[in-house]
């Protein structure tokens, strides 16, 4: 059933938006719910990772998933340039490895030091410890979108390093904050 009654709503036509749209943008989609994961690559014998809420699975044939990352960051560079990389889907128990690597200014030698961490068996990429779900992959294309990449990656290896006797709490980030589902 249609109602009536105006909807609050911002317009603006030719060029870009204001700032207080950029600010009310920021304020709307931050009370989009999303699962909370690591994304890593290894290159030069270093370890880059940063805490994402941008993925997505793209396709079950092949196994194909996505990752918005701010095409700027070591993050963003390191995985472009490695051309591999994995995403650790995290736990509410990893809440404060999220924290830490969503700061800016983190560290770059030492990034991972605070955080345990397996390395992936088919890229090497750092997987994080007692993770819901892991997946290593290969870029297959990366796609300028604004102030972000978005990179597509094919799924070489996949698992999960949660201890099963663990109840299922998945980490989500909402209302600009990190939040667990589980009491």
Not at 7 to 30: K, M, N, T
Not at 63 to 86: C, D, F, H, K, N
Not at 97 to 105: D, I, Q, R, V
């Amino acid at each position: 059933m249609e109602t009536s009654g105006p909807l609050d709503a911002r317009q603006w036509g030719e060029g870009p938006p204001s700032d207080a749209d950029v600010d009310l943008y920021r304020r709307l989609s931050s009370d989009i719910t999303a699962g909370v994961a690591v994304v890593s690559a290894r290159l030069r014998n270093r370890d880059y990772a940063a805490t994402v809420s941008g993925f997505l699975s793209v396709s079950y044939d092949p196994p194909t998933m996505l990752v918005s990352l701010y095409a700027e960051s070591r993050i963003g560079e390191a995985v472009e340039e490695a051309g591999s990389w994995a995403l650790s889907v995290l736990s509410g128990k990893h809440q404060g490895a999220a924290t830490w690597l969503a700061s800016p200014g983190t560290p770059l030698h030492g990034l991972l030091a605070q955080v345990p961490f397996r390395r992936g068996p088919a890229t090497g990429s750092a997987i994080i410890d007692g993770c819901l779900a892991y997946f290593e992959l290969r870029t297959v294309s990366v796609h300028a979108a604004a102030t972000h990449l978005l990179v597509v990656g094919e799924v070489v290896a996949m698992g999960s390093a949660a201890d099963p006797s663990e109840v299922p709490d998945p980490l989500v980030h909402f209302g600009s904050e990190f939040r667990r589902l589980a009491p």
